[in-house]
């Protein structure tokens, strides 16, 4: 993440698509972080950001070291 402007209200951020992702999958999970989190969900949104696709099944195996 890279902050490329701020001032005393805003902060201008670039970052890339992946972490973009998981920053949105994480605000989602929290709703109760406030309404700056609210408000960055938005703004993610907005410029097309989605939250990264589940997996279809999760593998729970364990093997034991050889």
Do not use: C, F
């Not at 949105?24 to 969900?41: Q, R, S, T």
């Not at 279809?56 to 070291?65: K, N, V």
């Amino acid at each position: 993440m890279w902050i490329l402007k701020h001032d005393k209200k805003s902060v201008t951020i670039s970052l890339n698509l992946h972490k973009a992702q998981d920053l949105l999958d994480g605000l989602l999970a929290h709703p109760d972080m406030g309404n700056e989190a609210k408000e960055l969900i938005e703004k993610l949104k907005e410029a097309g950001i989605e939250p990264p696709a589940r997996p279809d099944h999760i593998r729970y195996e364990h093997a034991p070291p050889l």
